[in-house]
């Protein structure tokens, strides 16, 4: 149970957008398509932004979209916000009822 | 609206045990796996345990296997861990989570509770 690979870090200018990949294996990101994201801000819970690869839940905003390439999954935010600046998780199935969380990226809007 | 409301954590010595507690409320508790997720300090997020709906299927990840046991009491709309033989890297803030559908997403949060492994 390997831990997924983020960048630990991704900026932009508000208005821009950035782009967070998420890398795995075969066993996990590349066999499911239940990769999802978690947005947290400091000292609060994490919050679901994408789940099932890019399916957004009601309230979160378009802005927000999520991909999958073979072992690679990815979250875009486009139209940066102040607000987005936080810490963003992507998690996967990684098969046998296990779960695998990535690293974390903080994302820091400039 | 769905919450989920954690309680139970604490400072404890290493190698002794500790009971988590989650209450539900506000859906189908019945229905959905839950999970435990913990976040070390200044670290990242790590997957701990499942429970299906049932309460008869559990699963762990292999940092606390054989050492915690998950639970849940569906008339109740409860949940508990119980920790044995605590490590120093057991500390963290542990979250009660909501399963969104088999294997999707951890959709529902509770706002966490803090326990400490220290002498």
């Known amino acids: 149970q390997s831990a997924l690979t983020q960048p630990p870090s991704a900026s932009g200018s508000p208005g821009q957008s950035v782009t967070i990949s998420c890398t795995g294996t075969?066993?996990?990101?590349?066999?499911?398509?239940?990769v999802s994201w978690y947005q947290q801000h400091p000292g609060k819970a994490p919050k679901l932004m994408i789940y099932?690869?890019?399916k957004r839940p009601s309230g979160v905003p378009d802005r927000f979209s999520g991909s999958k390439s073979g072992n690679t999954a990815s979250l875009t935010v486009s139209g940066l916000q102040a607000e987005d600046e936080a810490d963003y998780y992507c998690?996967?199935?990684?098969?046998?009822?296990?779960?695998?969380f990535g690293g974390g990226t903080r994302l820091t809007v400039l | 609206q769905e919450q989920l409301v954690e309680s139970g954590g604490g400072v404890v010595q290493p190698g002794r045990s500790l009971r988590l507690s989650c209450a539900a409320s506000g859906f189908a508790f019945r229905n959905y796996g839950m999970h435990w997720v913990r976040q070390a300090p200044g670290k990242g997020l790590e997957w701990v345990a499942v429970i299906w709906s049932d309460g008869d299927h559990k699963f762990y990840s292999d940092s606390v296997r054989g050492r915690f046991t998950f639970s849940r009491d569906n008339s109740k709309h409860t949940l508990s861990l119980q920790m044995n033989s605590l490590r120093a890297e057991d500390t963290a803030v542990y979250y009660c989570v909501k399963e969104r559908g088999p294997f999707t997403a951890f959709d529902v949060w509770g706002q966490g509770t803090v326990v400490t492994v220290s002498s």
């Open positions: 099932e690869v890019n």
């Open positions: 075969s066993s996990d990101v590349g066999g499911y398509n239940y």
């Open positions: 998690n996967s199935y990684a098969g046998s009822n296990s779960w695998v």
